[in-house]
């Protein structure tokens, strides 16, 4: 079973950048396509990025795509969100969910097609 951790959270002002991290352990915890997902309060969670296990393809919400930046080291079993110019409306609590890459990894964009989920850490941007 794999376990994911995400870290890097916290109040920022407007303007202001943090880098969120997704460390995965147990099973083939190197071998996984990897996704962020952000749910503000009162709001549906919604995709942000993702990236391929082997770090080659990488997917942005229009939203985000010219600010948020998605990485991996395999090496550490991690995945990194950078996120710059960060705006109060990106304050949502954010989700790093994984995916075994064995398995065709059809709709990266969508929430039902991962199979693992973190707790979530909080991201709060103030104006």
């Known amino acids: 079973q794999v376990q994911l951790v995400e870290s890097g959270g916290g109040l920022v002002q407007s303007g202001d950048s943090l880098r969120l991290s997704c460390a995965a352990s147990g099973g083939t915890s190197s071998i996984l396509h990897t996704g962020w997902f952000r749910q503000a309060p009162e709001k549906e969670r919604e995709f942000v990025a993702a990236v391929h296990w082997n770090g080659g393809t990488t997917y942005y919400s229009d939203s985000v795509k010219d600010r948020f930046a998605v990485s991996r080291d395999n090496a550490k079993n991690t995945v990194y969100l950078q996120m710059n110019s960060l705006k109060p409306e990106d304050t949502a609590v954010y989700y790093c969910?994984?995916?075994?890459?064995?398995?065709?990894?059809?709709?990266?964009?969508?929430?039902?097609?991962?199979?693992?989920w973190g707790q979530g850490t909080q991201v709060t941007v103030s104006s």
């Open positions: 969910a994984a995916k075994d890459a064995i398995y065709i990894w059809t709709s990266p964009t969508e929430s039902k097609d991962y199979d693992y």
